[in-house]
């Protein structure tokens, strides 16, 4: 068996067509679609992120807000910022870019955001309701890797899902949106592996998704035959040659490249459907952000 390689990027382009609609239309009402980014300091990561999203949201039509105090403001002056962007109209949403300097608090900058512009599901309140299966903003990544299954057309009641990582941002939000959906779902993590018991719950999975940061953990031992196997992982890896040397670029400096979690080729022979990386679960996360931008916008607007 050859697994179905999931065009992540169609679906990525069809959601965007869809998004660009829905905010065209209410731009055509006067309203406007919006996220700010608060980074404070000059984190790389955070900068990165941040640059992509400003450059996300000119591709989308939607305003950008860059709210970037000084690494040495005040925690009291953060929250007044992040307050500020709350009242701000223009703003949908506010996507708070972690890592903070030390003397500012994850948690106080958190539980300022307006509950209905946390749009990738930081607030501990937005994240109760979505442990309950109430409406609220399901974060990015989880609801990517949901989208997926969906087009999939996967039936959830009752199949096997294991996930492998249990961060907050990512692996337990997805075992909830799958719990909530009536599957039986199984969480594992590093002290699985420590335990030595992976394999024996990845190996029963009917849908395998990966989120664990590491690359190559997953091998086809570790999946069962015709499994739908999701890679979240992203992660920088050198290119080596058939000797196992790294290969040079021009400048003299080991070729890097992008890999995910899942040893591709060998575990592509044993699944029935996989995605990529790149070009994976990360092409539709920043559709879903947005989707969760429009909503937002459409619940500050009465409209929903
Ligand atoms: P994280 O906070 O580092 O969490 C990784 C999780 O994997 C933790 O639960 C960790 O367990 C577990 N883990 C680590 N090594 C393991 C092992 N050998 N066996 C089993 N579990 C193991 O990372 P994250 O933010 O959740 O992100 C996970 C991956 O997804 C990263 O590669 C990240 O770059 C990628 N990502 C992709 C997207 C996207 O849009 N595609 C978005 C966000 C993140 P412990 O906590 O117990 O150590």
Redesign the pocket.
Known sequence: MSARVIDCVAIAEELKVELKKEINKLNAKGITVGIATVMVGDDFGARMYRGQVEKFCNEMGVEYTDAHPQVETTEEDVVRIVKELNFNKKVSGILPLRPFPEHISDYAIINSIDLNKDIDCFHPFNMGKLTLGEITFAPA?PA?CIEIMDRERVNFEGAEICI????N???KPISILCLNRNSTTTT??????MAGN?EKHTTVADILVV????AG?ITKDHIKEGAFVID????RVKVLDENGNPVLNEKGKPKTKTVG?VEFDSVKEKASKITPVPG???AI?NMMLMKNTVKAAKIQSKLL
């Open positions: 990544t990517a492998v990582g249990h961060s941002i990512v692996g594992t993590h590093i002290f699985t592996s992976l989120a664990a940061g590491k953990l979240v992982g992203i992660n979690d994976g679960v990360g996360t």
